[in-house]
């Protein structure tokens, strides 16, 4: 996710969807405004470098790095009829519906701020 103006990125839950592939919650803010910001990507590991083992990520003569590849699920600013998105912490899936698609659930905590609110949505996804 691009770094907001005197935005603070933050950590990334992440989801196995399957074998090399994950659903990673990309989240920042602007908290001086309440503005919180949270996409979903699939991520797809496959050939990408495992750079478990290495002090950092600086060009090895010889040795390219490969980056995960990742494409967007959704962005929670367009979801229509969820007017707001406070600061997204976590995901889960939930139970497959009779159609097919399986129940992804997301949730935000207030951090005991009057400003900010406990959520908890769900919607229904395609593919996953």
Known sequence: MPRCPDGIPSGQPQLRREVGH????????????????SRIYL????????VLG??????????????VRKTLVTDL????????????????LGPRLPDGRRT??????????ARQVTQVIAFAAHGI
């Open 104 to 113: 992804v659930v997301l949730v935000s905590d207030d951090n005991f701020a």
């Open 54 to 67: 290495r002090d950092s990520l600086t060009a090895v003569p010889g040795h390219r790095i490969k980056p």
């Open 77 to 92: 600013s367009d979801v229509p009829g969820l007017t707001r998105v406070d600061n997204v912490e976590g995901i889960t």
């Open 43 to 50: 991520v797809d590991l496959h050939g990408a470098t495992n």
């Open 22 to 37: 994950v659903l990673v919650l990309e989240r920042a803010s602007i908290y001086a405004d309440n503005n919180w910001k």
